[in-house]
């Protein structure tokens, strides 16, 4: 006896969408074709008319990670409830590396952390120093199931920035061993002496965020850190990019034989710096800041193209408590604007398929065989998932998101499962949404109600092939 028939649904794969059942038994995928050839199952879903797509991979969440003073609103439950009803299905959080302090060790701390996930996770390995002691746990770090990495290029007065020496040899080291090294690309010295000199002409209204990291300091650090993979020959990952000038590094890179990967994320698809412009600015900090017109379409364009290959949320949710909370009010209680004083970071894991669906495919701008290479078989390639995850096709998890293409809702925080009182898409009307997710074969989200348990999640033990 199966488990679950879902009947009826058009199947969508990267290279093609067509009418077929799907047969699930005992968490995985047992058969696609016709439930006429399949024998009963304990549970029927019709998805006629509706899409039904892998279920999403997110590689970039920031859940129980304290930054900048700031604790952030989601923990590994209800970060992965959020995501479930976005038909997240499995994601990647990031260890809180120290330095001076085993990057094993965090790996272990993270993964007791994310045991209460209703969903699989991974975890990417951060690197903030390469001292002899951490860059010779990279080999049992790959062997663990980790082998993806962070490292950033710049926050130095947080304490989390790597110098070029260190990057270089989590490079070379990684090379050795199969570990695919990411950054966050900023240039620290255009980014922090533009801070410093803000401060000294008291500029310190939101928009000058942005203009403390123009797009030049992402394209440089892009340019260095694509000429180390060069040099090194190790495979490479771009987190969050933002800027038309970083893409085209990028995209030379490419064309002259590099593996360098790239994300882009829901927010520098649908948001510029005009946001900057507004009362609640600070709600829209993130690093990379948000970019111009050009940009936005830049990176649509980009995955169009297969530049860019993955979307990440870069989920990091903060009350708006938390992001004024080291603001001063004037006598009327209003925040006063100081950019140099907010936690950097906004939501994305549960709104980013709807975004996709309504900018992205209902626009024309991709296929809705795009949205299921960018969010689901890419990620899977790229971070060591797949066959495991990404695809539907016999053997593969039973992880599944159906889609209604024609129902239309308004984005509200009133609605979303992010645990704060606002939304940075609050407002906006899309066209299709993800109305059941499936996880390893349990339907854990229908009628708008989540139905899956704490502790349901795997992590997952990753190997990358690329
Ligand atoms: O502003 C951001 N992106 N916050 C999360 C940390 C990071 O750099 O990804
Ligand atoms: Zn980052
Ligand atoms: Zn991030």
Redesign the pocket.
């Known amino acids: 006896m199966l488990d679950l028939i879902i009947k009826n649904g058009t199947v969508v794969t990267p290279w093609s969408s067509f009418k077929a059942d799907i047969a699930v038994k005992d968490s995985v995928i047992e058969a696609v074709g016709a439930a006429s050839l399949f024998g009963r199952a304990k549970r029927e879903i019709d998805a006629e008319g509706m899409y039904v797509l892998p279920g999403i991979i997110d590689p ?1 969440t ?1 859940f129980e990670s304290p930054f900048m003073g700031c604790k952030g609103a989601l923990d590994f439950y209800s970060g992965s409830i959020a995501g479930a009803f976005g038909g997240v299905t499995t994601f990647i959080d ?1 260890t809180n590396s120290r330095a001076g302090h085993s990057v094993m060790a965090s790996i272990r701390e993270r993964r007791e952390e994310m045991s209460k996930s209703c969903i699989d996770y991974g975890v990417h390995a951060k690197f903030v120093e390469a001292e002899r002691p951490v860059l010779d746990e990279i080999k049992s770090i790959v062997e663990y199931g980790c082998p993806s990495f962070k490292m950033f290029m710049t926050y130095k007065k947080e304490g989390v920035m790597i110098d070029d020496e260190g990057m270089l040899s989590v490079m070379a080291e990684a090379k050795k061993w199969g570990g695919l090294p990411g950054v ?1 690309a900023e240039n620290n010295a255009i980014a922090e002496s533009n801070v410093e000199k803000f401060i000294e002409e008291g500029r310190l209204e939101w928009e000058y965020f942005a203009k403390s990291k123009p797009n030049l300091c992402e394209m440089e650090a892009v340019q260095r850190v694509v000429l180390y993979a060069r040099y090194t020959g190790c495979p490479l990952y771009i ?2 990019l933002s800027t038309a000038e970083g893409l085209s590094v990028i995209k030379q890179a490419q064309s002259e034989g590099v593996k360098v990967f790239t994300e882009t994320c829901p927010h520098y698809l649908t948001l510029t710096r005009e946001k900057y412009k507004q009362k609640d600015g600070h709600l829209y900090v993130m690093s990379p800041p948000l970019r111009g017109e050009q940009d936005l379409e830049a990176m649509w364009r980009g995955l169009g193209d297969g530049s860019i290959s993955i979307i ?1 949320s ?1 989920d ?1 949710t903060y009350s708006i408590e938390e992001k004024e909370m080291f603001l001063e009010r004037d006598a009327e209680g209003n925040v006063k604007q100081d950019f140099t004083k907010i936690a950097n ?1 906004v939501q994305g894991i549960e709104a980013r398929l709807m975004l996709l669906l309504e900018e992205g495919v209902n626009k024309g701008r991709i296929t809705l065989n795009k949205l299921c290479e960018i969010t689901s078989y890419n990620p899977a390639k790229t971070f060591g998932l797949y066959p495991q995850k990404g695809i539907i096709q016999k053997g593969s998890d039973a992880d599944l998101v159906i889609i209604d293409p024609d129902k239309v809702r308004e984005i509200s925080h009133e609605t979303l499962h992010h645990k704060v009182n606002y939304s940075i898409y609050d407002g906006r009307s899309v066209k299709g949404w993800p109305v059941v997710t499936i996880h390893r074969g349990r339907v854990i989200v229908e009628n708008g109600e989540f139905l899956g348990s704490r502790g349901d999640g795997r992590f997952m033990k990753r190997k990358i092939r690329l």
């Open positions: 970039h920031h990031f966050h987190f969050h990440g870069d990091c970071g």
